[in-house]
C-alpha cells in the first residue's frame, strides 16, 4: 500500500515521514514554501532523539500522485482548507480510494463521504509542530503518538487494520476501532481550548473558560444524542504513551489553532471545534456563550494576523461580560 498524505504539515509531515522512515511508499502533497523546501533539501523531521532529512516524493496537487487502486490517502488538512482538497482529489482519484481523515473535528468525514465511498475517521493524538518551510518536530517519544481509526460512521475492514499494522510498525500506537468517532468526539472537546490557548496562551488552559467550554459542549452532545468517550476511557487509552520531551531544547510552545496565528497563515480552525458546538447549541437549544466568544476572537485574530498569546484570560471574561 502507498500512503498519499494530502497536506504535510505538523500532523501530516509525522505521519508521512514516520511511515516513509520504517520503510513504506509516502508520497506527501503540500504547497508553497513548505514543498519547495521539501522538494529541494527533503522534509527535516525533529524529534527529542534527534533529527532525520528525509527525501520523499513530494508534489503540489494529487493529479500528480497518479493515484490508483493500491493507495491510500491520508487527508490531513485543517478543516477549513478540507473541501478544496477533496475536489481536487475528487479529480485526482477512484472513488474507492480510501480516504482517512486524521484531522481535528467531526464534520471533515462527511464532507468525504459526499466524494468517496469508504472514509475512515482517524482519532489523532499526535503532538507535533509546523511553524518552518521543510521541517516538522515530533515532541514525543518513543511512541510518537496514538492514532486509532475506523469506517465512518461506524465499523472496520481489512483496510484499517492494514493502516493500522503499518502505524504500529512506524512509531505510533494504532489499533482498529469501530466506533472511533466516540474517540472523535471526546478530542473535540479537548479540542475546545485550543481557541482559548491561541488567544491567551497555553497558561489559559488551566482557567474557568476552558471548563466551561468544555461543560457546553458536553450539554450539546447530550442533547443531540451523540455518543462520545469519557475523560476516564481517554486516560485509559493514553495511559503513558505519550512522553513529551524537548526538540533541540525547547518544549512545544502550542498546538494546532495556536500554530495557525503563529504562522499567521490567515485561517484557523475554530470553527469546526467552537463552531461544532455552537451549530448543535443553536440546532438544539443550549447556550453556548463561551464556544460563541472564542470562536469570534479566533477569527479575528486569524483575519487580522494577530499574535498568538495576544490576550488575557480576564480580556476574555472581560468580552463575555
Known amino acids: 500500500m502507498r500512503y498519499v498524505v494530502l497536506g504535510a504539515g505538523a500532523v501530516g509531515g509525522a505521519i508521512g515521514g514516520r511511515l516513509f522512515e520504517h520503510g513504506h511508499d509516502v508520497v506527501l502533497v ?14 527535516e523531521l525533529r524529534s527529542p532523539d534527534g533529527s532525520v ?34 475536489h481536487a482529489l475528487a479529480a485526482a482519484a477512484p472513488v474507492t480510494v480510501p480516504v482517512v481523515c486524521a484531522q481535528n473535528g467531526v464534520e471533515n468525514e462527511r464532507m468525504a463521504l459526499r466524494h468517496f465511498r469508504r472514509v475512515y475517521g482517524m482519532c489523532v493524538m499526535l503532538p507535533a509542530t509546523h511553524l518552518e518551510p521543510g521541517v516538522v518536530e515530533v515532541h514525543s517519544s518513543p511512541v510518537t503518538g496514538i492514532l486509532d481509526l475506523g469506517l465512518y460512521p461506524s465499523g472496520t475492514d481489512d483496510v484499517a487494520g492494514r493502516i493500522a499494522s503499518d502505524l504500529e510498525a512506524s512509531s505510533f500506537s494504532s489499533r482498529p476501532d469501530p466506533a472511533v468517532m466516540r474517540q472523535k468526539y471526546a478530542k473535540l472537546l479537548m479540542n475546545l481550548g485550543n481557541a482559548l490557548e491561541a488567544a491567551a496562551g497555553s497558561e489559559a488552559r488551566a482557567s474557568d473558560l476552558n471548563e466551561r467550554a468544555r461543560t457546553e459542549g458536553e450539554t450539546c452532545l447530550r442533547a443531540a444524542g451523540i455518543e462520545f468517550a469519557s475523560r476516564e476511557e481517554d486516560r ?38 467552537n463552531g461544532e458546538i455552537v451549530l448543535l447549541g443553536h440546532l438544539h437549544g443550549v447556550p453556548t456563550p463561551v464556544n460563541e466568544l472564542l470562536l469570534r476572537v479566533a477569527n479575528r485574530m486569524a483575519r487580522n494576523r494577530i499574535r498568538p498569546g495576544s490576550l488575557s484570560v480576564q480580556d476574555l471574561l472581560g468580552d463575555l461580560a
Not at 516524493?57 to 497518479?66: H, M, S, Y
Not at 512545544?252 to 500554530?259: D, F, K, P, T
Open 30 to 43: 503540500a504547497r508553497g514554501r513548505h514543498l519547495q523546501a521539501m522538494s529541494s533539501d527533503g522534509l
Open 236 to 273: 485509559a487509552r493514553r495511559g503513558d504513551l505519550l512522553r513529551l520531551r524537548p526538540v533541540d531544547g525547547r518544549r512545544r510552545a502550542g498546538g494546532s489553532s495556536w500554530q495557525s496565528l503563529a504562522r499567521q497563515a490567515g485561517s484557523i480552525e475554530t470553527g469546526y471545534l
Open 53 to 86: 532529512t528525509l527525501r520523499i516524493p513530494a508534489v503540489e496537487g494529487p493529479e500528480l500522485a497518479d493515484l490508483g487502486p493500491d493507495d491510500a490517502v491520508i487527508l490531513a488538512t485543517k478543516s477549513q482548507d478540507t473541501e478544496r482538497a477533496l
